[in-house]
């Protein structure tokens, strides 16, 4: 579904906070966005390379630029929109790929190993693999060669990060056992419910105040 019709089921299936049916399209957005996110970690727990089903395509019409810091000759990319973090190497980027794929591979690093690869390595030697550390702004390249000067990137990213006419894959994971994790054992709408619960409805309608009291003459 796209992320509006998203919102409008989750809207339509609340009870109605207050007499007149008042929901804040931010709020929903907001616990839309909770529930995603756990139900992202839960695969990533449980099916961590399913997670390409769920991520958003960047540079695909124009490649995202590769820059080079000046002071350290740093190659980095800035990244295209936020990312949920995840407890991976590559976090929230799932996929890098040159515009063009070929034998030319990305590989996820951590930023400790990309200073043990720039001390020196036998990686030195290898020409068609470059590692990739990220944090929350950008993407640092190791080993990426000068002619590469665009990338594509999957990213996986929030629900308030989606526009309103996109397409938003929501996994439905039910009664997953046999983990080391943790069961899983609600759907999208289990855990936005679960969220929504905790708020008490709220009777802002004042139901006196079109009202008149009369009195019937004895």
């Known amino acids: ?14 009870p109605r906070v207050d007499k007149s049916g008042r929901w804040h399209d931010n709020y929903i957005n ?7 996110a756990s139900l992202y970690h839960d695969v990533f727990m449980t099916a961590p390379l399913t997670l390409q089903n769920y991520t958003k ?9 590769v820059q080079t810091e000046n002071s350290t000759g740093i190659k980095y990319c800035t990244l295209p929109e936020s990312i949920i973090p995840l407890e991976r190497k590559g976090s929230g980027v799932i996929r890098i790929s040159t515009p063009t794929q070929g034998a ?5 690093t951590d930023f400790r190993e990309m200073d043990f690869l720039a001390n020196g390595s036998f990686v030195n030697s290898v020409s068609t693999k470059a590692g990739y550390a990220v944090n929350q702004t950008r993407v640092e390249f190791y080993n ?3 002619s590469v000067t665009g990338v594509r ?4 990213i929030p629900f308030s990060k989606y526009d309103e006419n996109d397409e938003v894959k929501i996994p439905e994971l039910t009664n997953v056992t046999g983990t080391n994790y943790r069961q899983v ?5 289990d855990r936005v419910m679960a969220i929504l619960g905790v708020v008490s409805p709220v009777d802002t309608k004042d139901d006196n105040a079109s009202s008149q009291i009369t009195q019937k003459d004895n």
């Open 1 to 14: 579904m796209i992320k509006q019709e998203i919102r409008s089921l989750v809207r339509n299936t609340l």
């Open 30 to 36: 907001g616990v839309i966005e909770k529930s995603l």
């Open 57 to 65: 395509g960047f540079g695909y019409t124009t490649p995202i630029p």
């Open 104 to 108: 030319f591979m990305f590989y996820p």
């Open 144 to 146: 990426l060669p000068a």
């Open 153 to 156: 990137m999957d990213l996986l």
């Open 185 to 189: 054992a609600q759907t999208f709408m």
